[in-house]
């Protein structure tokens, strides 16, 4: 059952195009599973729709249409080839999704080692800002304990996972701000896979913070 959700706020920004493509998919991808927040988000364009309505027109060229809706048969034919292709990593990717298998790469996921239990596979989407990626943890396994440098976004796939503030299951939605602490474990009877938004690298903290300079952070 989905318990954590995005403020209205942030849906209110998401809904006005104000978010970078990072934030957006997290967004997006929370609405693939919970219906509470798509019928506030679509109304919020609904809303968004009335008032643009009452605005004032602006002119535009004669071929701006076409133009638009060429850039469009263009990005849906990408992402019908990329599901296409999909994928050699079917054991990780089974049960997401598949807006999220959509933005993944056509050849395997390329994951990198973090701890004993936690692997992560970054998602290229031409961001500037923050990182995506995918974060799994094995069957009962822990993150190390770590604060966070900047925001972080959080939403869970796959299986759950919990830490201090409590247990997190498919569609929940968690954003953590800079100077959080927290130590993520996955249940024991399945591994959790989560899709995560970095605004900046995490800091681990305790023994571990001498391996702080080796951790990577790619925007992209």
């Known amino acids: 059952m989905i318990s954590r ?5 942030l849906l209110v920004e998401y809904t006005a195009g104000g978010l970078t493509t990072a934030p957006a998919i997290s967004v997006t991808t929370h609405l693939q599973f919970c219906n509470e927040c798509r019928q506030l988000a679509e109304s919020l364009e609904e809303i968004g729709g ?10 535009v060229s004669e071929n701006l249409l076409d133009e638009v809706l060429a850039c469009i048969d263009e990005a849906a034919g ?20 598949k807006y999220i298998q959509a933005l993944l ?8 080692f973090l701890s004993p ?6 998602i290229s989407v031409g961001e500037e800002v923050h990182e995506l990626a995918l974060h799994r943890i094995k069957a009962g ?3 190390p304990e770590h604060t966070h440098r900047g925001i ?21 939605f968690i ?3 800079a100077g959080e602490i927290h130590r993520p474990c996955a249940a024991r009877n399945d591994e959790c896979i989560c899709l995560s938004v970095l605004e900046a690298p995490i800091s681990l903290t305790g023994v571990k913070r001498i391996f702080n300079p080796f951790l990577s952070f790619s925007p992209c």
């Open 141 to 143: 396994g822990k993150a």
């Open 105 to 112: 790469p056509a050849d395997s996921l390329k994951w990198r």
């Open 152 to 172: 972080e976004i959080t939403v869970v796939l796959k299986g759950s996972f919990s830490d201090e503030d409590g247990i997190y299951h498919p569609g929940d």
């Open 175 to 177: 954003l953590r701000e």
């Open 117 to 122: 239990s936690l692997r992560a596979a970054a």
């Open 78 to 97: 990408k992402q019908f080839a990329t599901l296409l292709a999909k994928p050699q990593d079917t054991e990780a990717i089974t049960g997401i999704p």
């Open 5 to 9: 959700h995005p403020d209205p706020e």
């Open 50 to 59: 009335e008032l643009m309505n009452e605005s004032e027109a602006i002119p």
